[in-house]
């Protein structure tokens, strides 16, 4: 069975770190998109190189170029079994174009959890966020704090903020979401799959909440 999980919500909604959380549970690999784009930067791929005059901004990379990278990963041998999608699809296109995708692959989308939080936290967490340099664990300097201080729990490597967690491209990102992303809530909604889960709970609660609705373990 083909199992295919779209994690849905705000940037700064914890879709990153409930991925990395639930991922291994569900025994899906997590595909993030903002990740890979990270990855060819770092690399200093074309790729990389287009993305980031996009993402430093807060706006999103064009559509063609996202589902192209989208569809070449999904279609390496990890994901024989599905995978759990984190960023992607953000606009209207990138969600049709994911469910001709998925046809093509014999899946569908099994689930889309909804993480909900309001707007004015969304601000807060995003501009106290860190992300380690080797695997992008992330951390809040309030909230989730590393033990050692600029310091990943998990590989000791380096904690950075993001370029665009800096104050001024968090507030323009929340607006390319209400006007991009938003209307993804309604399309899943009319499909039956959207699962809505208060992402103002504790780390903890929201995965346990997110397990508990996942149609894989029900
Ligand atoms: P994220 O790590 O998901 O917050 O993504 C960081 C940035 O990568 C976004 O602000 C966009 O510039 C870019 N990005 C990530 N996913 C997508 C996507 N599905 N479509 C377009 N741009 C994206």
Redesign the pocket.
Known sequence: MTTYIILLGP?GAGKGTQAQAISETLRLPHI????I?RENLKKETELGKL?AG??NK????PDDV?IAMIRERLTRSDCQAGALLD?????PA?AVALSNMLEELGGQVAAVPYISVPEPVLIERLTGRWTCRQAGHIFHEKYNPSRQPGRCDFDGSELYQRE?DKAETVTR?IRVYLEQTKPLIDYYQQLGCLIEVDGTLPIEQVTANLLAALPANE
């Open positions: 940037p993030s998109s903002g990740d784009f993305a996009f993402m807060g706006e999103l990379v996202t960023g992607f699809p953000r606009t990138q665009d990102r």
